[in-house]
């Protein structure tokens, strides 16, 4: 019997598969003749911490790549999970992707995004031509950053890291429910600033966030606790986004309740409809421009967690 020979394998097969590994998003920034450059990248890894060493893969026909060549020094700039734009922008060809972009200039060279969560000056060590890429091999000469989660790239598209529950500590459910209670706070101040401005587009985006999260909820069980977490988040962000204040925005996303929730819930957890209810009432307490029924309705919402575990031990 003839065992016929395996196709070769293409360009188009290899990024496909490749495609399934996810990573984090960089953008490796340097500064030649004055001028600065930079460019996203996947491809980033940390090599040796002794000396400190990492390595960071740009293709070889972008200006980055052959300003990094030609100066010696660059910096990886990682991006926090809500930098996406920033990731699109320098992933962009573009006459000024620095323009209206916040940075601190390194005494060694490369231009620092100061939106980024943590960065790496590097000295160029060596370069090696892999393909259409340059790999750059650099020491670390400086390295900082904040907390934050990452930003992270899968399969051609940019997405957030939701930590999986078996792999947290329980949560705190005292900081759990105080979380609530400032997210509420921040929403009441959103849905103030909004009300009598909100589009009818806006009304009926946030209808459809509000129905897309409701399809997770099955009477008194979530078909897809994770699920569940991901529209219900998407849904709150849309609220506090009507007020238009990137600084609100900020503001709720900086109390990461989408990483406290996991810890907290499991396949086990109840749901129960009163959940998808306050969001129905809420989306209609907007349309009515009625700001007292719509604060009423966050802040019940805000209590429901508490509410539905005392009467889950109770029962």
Request: net charge neutral.
């Amino acid at each position: 019997m003839d065992v016929p020979e395996p196709a070769p394998l293409t360009s188009a097969r290899f990024r496909e598969v490749v495609g399934r590994f996810a990573s984090g998003v960089t953008v490796v920034t340097t500064r030649h003749d004055g001028v600065p450059r930079g460019g996203t990248a996947s491809a980033f890894t940390s090599l040796s911490d002794a000396p400190p060493m990492v390595l960071v893969c740009l293709n070889r026909a972008s200006a980055t790549a052959q300003a990094v060549r030609a100066s010696g020094t660059f910096a990886v700039n990682v991006l926090g999970e809500d930098q996406d734009a920033l990731a699109a922008r320098f992933a962009a060809k573009g006459p000024d992707k620095f323009a209206g972009v916040a940075v601190t200039p390194d005494p060694l060279g490369p231009p620092l995004l100061d939106e980024a969560i943590a960065h790496l000056v590097c000295r160029l060590e060596s370069v090696v031509t892999g393909g259409t890429h340059l790999v750059f091999l650099g020491v670390v000469e400086r390295a900082g950053g904040r907390a934050g989660p990452p930003l992270a790239y899968f399969r051609g598209s940019f997405a957030r890291m939701l930590p999986l529950p078996r792999a947290a500590e329980p949560v705190d459910l005292d900081a759990l429910h105080d979380a609530y209670r400032a997210r509420a706070a921040i929403e009441v101040g959103a849905v103030a600033q909004a009300v009598g401005r909100i589009t009818p587009a806006q009304l009926a985006e946030l209808r459809s966030l509000a129905a897309a999260a409701a399809a997770f909820v099955d009477g008194d069980r979530f078909t897809d606790v994770a699920g569940w977490l991901r529209a219900n988040r998407v849904f709150h962000e849309h609220v506090v986004g009507l007020a238009g204040s990137p600084a609100l925005l900020q503001l709720h996303r900086a109390l990461e309740v989408h990483r406290l929730e996991p810890r907290a819930m499991d396949a086990a957890t109840r749901a129960h409809p009163v959940l998808v209810e306050d969001h129905r009432r809420l989306v209609e307490a907007l349309e009515r421009a009625d700001l007292a029924a719509a604060v009423r309705v966050v802040q019940d919402h805000a209590a429901r967690p508490r509410q539905l575990r005392t009467a889950a031990r109770a029962s």
